[in-house]
T-cell receptor, first 114, second 110 residues
Framework: DTGVSQNPRHKITKRGQNVTFRCDPI?????LYWYRQTLGQGPEFLTY????????KSRLLSDRFSAERPKGSFSTLEIQRTEQGDSAMYLC????????????FGEGSRLTVL | QKEVEQNSGPLSVPEGAIASLNCTYS??????FFWYRQYSGKSPELIMS????GDKEDGRFTAQLNKASQYVSLLIRDSQPSDSATYLC??????????FGGGTRLMVKP
């Protein structure tokens, strides 16, 4: 088991373009989370999946953001019509034990919107 | 008021000293509390969890929880330069969302 894997690690795009990030969680983990982190801030919750079901979504999440976990394994996070304010590190985490606050994070996908 | 508040620091301590990191939270319904460590350019990693009032020790780390005061702290004994990182306090209410504070940057000087 190699841990949580995220791709791409870095993405530079122009404003208005769409981007998609992929997360492969630890294989036996049924819970998957997406967070966003900007410099000097803590991670900000975006959305949560249990298996293939998206159970929680941040009220702050714009309609331009959508996430899927179609087969309960990997997940994708798509940002449509990117804006400069979307520039951040997008972190994926998974969890499988009884303690749902014990998250294992991937290395993140850094997005830069020009 | 932020849900989870931490002093951003930096907190500077000499090598071998005790580092004390503090966190307050606003929701009295919070049930579980966590400390994550984040090295510069890396992702957060869990170092401590605490679920009931009192102290919990793990090696050089001690987490303290006071639900009446809505206060969580992390003590690092015999601080080492390798402990230099940002420490994130995280709080979970009912459900599965974990809310993070902004983090405290710790610098341990040799």
């Amino acid at each position: 088991d190699t841990g949580v894997s995220q791709n791409p690690r870095h993405k530079i795009t122009k404003r208005g373009q769409n981007v998609t990030f992929r997360c492969d969680p630890i294989s036996e983990h049924n819970r998957l989370y997406w967070y966003r982190q900007t410099l000097g801030q803590g991670p900000e919750f975006l959305t949560y999946f249990q298996n293939e079901a998206q159970l929680e979504k941040s009220r702050l999440l714009s309609d331009r953001f959508s996430a899927e976990r179609p087969k309960g394994s990997f997940s994708t996070l798509e940002i449509q019509r990117t804006e400069q304010g979307d520039s951040a590190m997008y972190l994926c985490a998974s969890s499988g034990g009884p303690n749902t606050g014990e998250l294992f994070f991937g290395e993140g996908s850094r997005l830069t919107v020009l | 008021q932020k849900e989870v508040e931490q002093n951003s620091g930096p907190l500077s301590v000499p090598e071998g000293a005790i580092a004390s990191l503090n966190c307050t939270y606003s929701d009295r319904g919070s049930q579980s509390f966590f400390w994550y460590r984040q090295y510069s350019g890396k992702s957060p990693e869990l170092i401590m969890s605490i679920y009931s009032n009192g102290d919990k020790e793990d090696g050089r780390f001690t987490a303290q929880l006071n639900k009446a005061s809505q206060y969580v702290s992390l003590l690092i004994r015999d601080s080492q330069p390798s402990d230099s990182a940002t420490y994130l306090c995280a709080v979970k209410r009912a459900g599965n969302m974990l809310t993070f504070g902004g983090g405290t940057r710790l610098m341990v000087k040799p």
